[in-house]
């Protein structure tokens, strides 16, 4: 029996401290090691998915349900009275009484070379009494009994069609093709699973932090407001000027407000992804997700990628699975196109006596043979069924050949895409890394000029919207670019091994 079976494989992770949930509404941290292994037993997706070759599974098993042999036994008691007869002289004889006993068994089935079989046995023993009249014209009675009885093997073998593939053996490789496909489709079904929960972990990172720029914006435009508030008072700036202070902290408490509604909603759709019991164990907690958003540099090879794509994506996989599917279809139509020619035979023994016992006892001995061969061909003279299923099967074949070919570049290309992606998402993580460490400076210069009264509230306002802005850039890009390194691990179909996720399928 074939059963798939998931191990995570996870250095630093304790099964005890995942199984640890609370609901005080209490934060969790929460890895992303963690966050997969979670997923792996309770997403609802995935045990969704999980039955699907399990169902495959024995469908398969039912199609070897027709080599199964199948018995059946009968037994019957019948009586029968027949009517008088007239005789000359006017004497009236009493009809004849008879019963009769019969018991048959059979015992049939096919083999999974598409030989028919057949062992029948029966016996019947009839018993009764005549009368006749004898010379002085007395009526007597005339008691009788026998029986008899065979036992019989007969077979029937095909030589051309439905001799090396017939529709139960169609069935059953069909069958063993669609539990690879239903072990494939859980394989992708899981990838694609752990890729989105990869990727909305890193937005959940994203919106904490983003949360986090945003609170310092705040920090920065009211501590700019109590400034104001203190030259203004000495007279060292227009009332204007801590207007627009105040305008700039008020939207910056907005800002705030709505990154913390998208974190929430983001904290959602991960919890979403890593439990069945989201109401019991899960809605009143705040994840808190461990690390931050980093970019090593790449290492991509367009050529490995491309490699990996070709040979490991399941995709592809599914795509020659049903190129094999339709490869069976194909030699069971080509093996219809031939006429019907079996042969066949019967070998088995006579019995019969006075009893039950006599009879069984002529067949045990075994010396009243009975045997019979022969053949039997079937022409049938136009075959259109069979000529246009196997014309169609045959295009169908080659329809999907290219669907594959097709697939297989559309791979590469997109593996090409996403190479070029990482590489500029790396570049924009640097430039926009700059881009924030210049608007830190230029801040802290334009807030020492502001103090001397060389620059103006104004342009320290813009400064600090700018900083805003370019920290935000850059965590996105942060952001983008691991996504992007989930998302060519999943069209290379790597993303169980670079998540260290052993699936076995035993």
């Known amino acids: 029996m074939r059963l798939l079976r998931i191990l995570l494989v996870l250095a630093g992770v304790h099964t005890a401290a995942l199984a640890q949930t609370n609901t005080t509404g209490e934060a969790r941290p929460l890895t992303l090691q963690e966050a997969i292994e979670l997923a792996l037993k309770h997403n609802l997706d995935l045990q969704i998915d999980r039955y699907n070759p399990l169902v495959s599974f024995y469908g398969l098993k039912a199609n070897y349900g027709d080599y199964d042999p199948t018995l059946n036994l009968q037994g019957s008691h019948s009586h029968n009275e027949a009517g008088s007869q007239l005789l000359g002289g006017g004497f009236t004889i009493p009809g004849s009484v008879s019963d009769s006993d019969t018991f048959l068994g059979d015992l049939g089935g096919k083999a999974p070379w598409g030989m028919t079989y057949d062992i029948s ?19 007597f009675k005339i008691p009788f009994e026998n029986s008899r009885g065979n036992v019989n093997l007969s077979v029937t ?7 090396w593939i017939d529709s139960t053996r169609l069935n059953i490789h069909v069958a063993k093709n669609r539990l690879k496909y239903s072990e494939v489709t859980l394989k992708l079904q899981i990838m694609q699973i752990l890729t989105t929960l990869e990727q909305a972990y890193y937005d959940l990172i994203y919106n904490r932090e983003n949360l986090t720029v945003q609170q310092k914006a705040v920090e920065l435009a009211e501590r700019l407001v109590m400034e104001n508030r203190k030259r203004l008072e000495v007279g060292a700036l227009a009332p204007l000027d ?6 700039q902290a008020a939207s910056s408490r907005a800002a705030v407000f709505a990154a913390k509604s998208q974190l929430d909603t983001q904290e959602r759709l991960v919890k979403s992804l890593i439990t069945d019991r989201y109401l019991d164990d899960w809605s009143a907690i705040t994840l808190e997700p461990v690390g931050t958003l980093t970019a090593v540099p790449p290492v991509v090879n367009l050529r490995d990628s491309w490699s990996k794509g070709l040979s490991q994506r399941p995709e592809l996989q599914q795509a020659k699975l049903d190129i094999e599917r339709a490869g069976l279809q194909l030699k069971y139509d080509r093996n219809q196109l031939y006429p ?13 006596g ?22 039997k061909i079937s ?6 069924r069979a000529r246009n299923n196997y014309k169609s099967t045959k295009a169908n074949l080659q329809q999907l050949t290219l669907a594959l070919k097709q697939l297989e570049q559309n791979t590469m290309i997109l593996i090409d ?10 570049d924009q993580v640097q430039a926009t890394r700059a881009a924030r460490e210049f608007q830190e400076a230029a801040l802290a210069a334009e807030q020492k000029k502001l103090e001397s009264g060389k620059s103006t509230t104004y342009t320290v306002l813009q400064v600090q919207r700018d900083l805003t802005s370019a920290r935000g850039s850059e965590i996105q890009a942060l952001d983008a670019y691991n996504k992007s390194l989930s998302q060519l691990s999943l069209h290379e179909g790597t ?8 699936l076995e399928v035993k």
């Open 354 to 375: 006075s009893e039950f016992s006599d009879a069984l006892y002529d067949i045990q001995r075994t010396d009243r043979p009975v045997w019979s061969y022969g053949g």
């Open 340 to 352: 019907e020619l079996d042969v066949f035979g019967s070998y088995g023994f006579n019995g019969s």
């Open 417 to 426: 895409n996403d190479i070029g992606t990482i590489r500029a998402n790396y």
């Open 242 to 247: 801590l207007q627009s202070a105040e305008a």
């Open 121 to 139: 046995g029966n016996v019947q023993d009839t018993y009764g009494h005549n009368f006749g009249v004898d010379t002085n014209g007395q009526i």
């Open 379 to 384: 022409i049938p003279l136009a075959n259109l």
């Open 495 to 502: 993303t169980l091994q670079r998540l260290n996720v052993n």
């Open 157 to 163: 073998q095909p030589l051309l069609r439905n001799f």
